[in-house]
């Protein structure tokens, strides 16, 4: 497996890669926008193809490359069932897996930070876009965001 890892400084947004060594098929959790000339030279240095983009929730402090990486690239745009994108191709359910070349991801719904907000898990990690952060959670106070769903997810 291929995994990398890409902060944003001035969202504070980790973008994560993942892709199959064998297939080169990969995925992007989370693009930035201003990002996406080099999620795509990344992509075509290590011989990848993209196949799917998944967003953890509609975001407010940065604009989502989903949509021009789907534009570049005719990859498949993922989002939980709750969300009102209109760029999204698969809505996923709680529990649903998401693979690609024999690598699982499954859907958690996480509402909280967002009303549209999941996780995606693997077995070894974990993304958690807004929900979980590394030294605490994401805010509640905008876009349908709800203090006890956050406490319960």
Known sequence: MIFKQLFDDKSCTYTYIIASAKGREALIIDPV????????????????????????HIHADHISAMAELKK???????????????????????NEKINIDGI?????YTPGHTDD????????????GDTLL???TGRTDFQ??????????
């Open 33 to 56: 926008i201003e990002h996406t000339s080099i999620y795509t030279n990344l992509l075509n240095d290590l011989d990848l193809k993209l196949v799917k983009v998944i967003d953890t």
């Open 104 to 108: 699982v991801l499954e859907a958690l």
């Open 134 to 136: 590394i030294n605490g």
């Open 72 to 94: 570049r690239t005719n990859c498949e745009t993922v989002m939980g069932e709750h969300t009102k994108s209109e760029v999204v191709s698969l809505k996923v359910k709680d």
């Open 144 to 153: 349908n965001g709800n203090s006890k769903d956050a406490y319960n997810s």
């Open 117 to 128: 907000s999941y996780c995606f898990t693997m077995k070894d990690r974990i993304f958690t």
